[in-house]
């Protein structure tokens, strides 16, 4: 209850602290609204590489061609362990009729002339993996079973791609952390110089019996503040240069197999994020700053 009481004079007092110290704040919103520019764009990157990812997921497939001396029980047996293996996340019988059908269908009637008794192809099982990264290795195991003809993987490009996506995104993660890392410093020094300049203030605060959390609390609500300040030029930039970029690309990356997110919810959730993050990195700079300057004991 007291702490509700006094939030009207805790808000207050940050805003004074902020008027006050014009010069040092206008430094650290624009550092904080660099780094979430920069932020902005990984997120970005980020966020439709994973959609990339996505969209190419069909390809993570096996095609096994089943011996066609063996059974119906066999078959089905087969198929059971295929499934048991792990990573794979599915597995589906095809005949050699259904096979030369989609063969027609993706290059034309002139294999029409293999239906029926010429079909030269096999029975197949084809088998959707969770992710690329033992495509190799589980395609040499399914080969090395009882029953199996071959088995083959979808290419190498697939699974060159899928790496690829997973450093860039996993790259953009530790770029964003860094930056967050040195705005949270920043925070830290300018709301550092404020206590300094308020030092005879705070003083006299701790000699009549103010508690702690009433003379750190302004701090940590000015570097929020602060925080929250620098992240809007961000959110605007990001959603006019999102916006501008899905329709200028008309929704994909060079080919219709990399689909971009569409502009909406996607920049809702990220000006959302970028605001908590900014407030979130002020207020865990101003923390920290008053937490080390005004530590005492009673």
Not at 84 to 104: A, M, N, P, Q, R
Not at 108 to 132: A, C, H, T, W
Not at 142 to 162: E, H, N, P
Request: proline content about 3%; charged content about 20%.
């Amino acid at each position: 209850m007291l702490f509700i009481k006094c939030l009207p004079r805790l808000l207050k007092n940050a805003n004074k602290d902020i008027r006050r110290n014009m010069s040092l704040t206008i430094s650290s919103v624009i550092s904080i609204c660099l780094a979430l520019l920069i932020a902005a764009f990984m997120i970005v990157v980020a966020s439709n590489v994973g959609q990339f990812a996505h969209s190419i997921e069909d390809e993570f497939l096996i095609q096994v061609s089943i011996n066609p001396t063996i059974n119906e029980q066999s078959r089905i047996t087969l198929q059971k362990e295929i499934e048991k293996i792990s990573d794979v996340d599915g597995v589906t019988f095809s005949t050699k009729e259904e096979e030369i059908d989609k063969l027609i269908n993706s290059n034309g009637e002139i294999f029409s002339s293999y239906q029926g008794e010429n079909n030269p192809l096999y029975d197949v099982f084809v088998v959707r993996l969770k992710s690329s990264e033992n495509m190799v290795d589980i395609t040499k195991k399914i080969k090395k079973m009882k029953g199996v003809s071959d088995a083959t993987f979808g290419g190498s490009m697939v699974q060159k791609l899928s790496l690829l996506f997973t450093s860039i995104r996993t790259g953009g993660a530790v770029f964003v952390g860094i930056l967050v890392l040195l705005s949270i410093m920043l925070i830290r020094n300018t709301v550092k110089s404020s206590i300094q300049i308020r030092k005879d203030e705070i003083a006299i605060m701790r000699q009549v019996g103010a508690y702690n959390w009433y003379i750190s609390f302004p701090f940590t609500i000015e570097g929020m503040i602060i925080g929250m300040y620098g992240s809007i030029l961000p959110i605007a930039l990001f959603a006019v240069g999102y916006t501008s970029l899905y329709k200028a690309l008309n929704g994909f990356f060079m080919s219709e197999l990399l689909p971009l997110l569409p502009p909406i919810p996607f920049i809702l959730q990220v000006s959302l994020l970028l605001m908590v993050t900014g407030m979130f990195v002020g207020g865990i700079g101003s923390y920290l700053a008053a937490r080390k300057y005004l530590r005492w004991a009673r």
